[in-house]
């Protein structure tokens, strides 16, 4: 079994930045890549970030790409999220995947984290 736990959302302006981390505990040889989607209500999940465990492949979506940056330490999965909008406010959850193969489609990833709420004020 593998559990997934994130931290670091909260509350910042326009401009600012936040770290959400995400620790994977339970069974580390099914935790290959791992991602951050995030969801506002009445919209679905949506693709953020991903690394994969092995050989540290990652991809990132066109609308952060140039202001988040993930980073990856076994199975701790980081993303530092700089000049944050107000339109990055969202649940953002952390998933991982028994495959090294980087997905952007979340039905493709096994485990979820509760979700970190992030709000970001104008």
């Known amino acids: 079994q593998v559990q997934l736990a994130e931290t670091g959302g909260g509350l910042v302006q326009a401009g600012g930045s936040l770290r959400l981390s995400c620790a994977a505990s339970g069974r580390a040889f099914s935790i290959l890549a791992m991602a951050w989607f995030r969801q506002v209500p009445g919209k679905e999940r949506e693709f953020v970030a991903a690394m994969s465990r092995f050989a540290g492949i990652t991809a990132y979506a066109e609308a952060v790409k140039d202001r988040v940056t993930l980073s990856r330490d076994k199975n701790t999965l980081v993303l530092q999220m700089n000049d944050l909008k107000p339109e990055d406010t969202a649940v953002y959850y952390c998933?991982?995947?028994?495959?090294?193969?980087?997905?952007?489609?979340?039905?493709?990833?096994?485990?979820w984290g509760q979700g970190t709420q992030v709000t970001v004020s104008s």
């Open positions: 998933a991982s995947r028994p495959s090294n193969t980087v997905e952007r489609d979340a039905s493709m990833y096994e485990v």
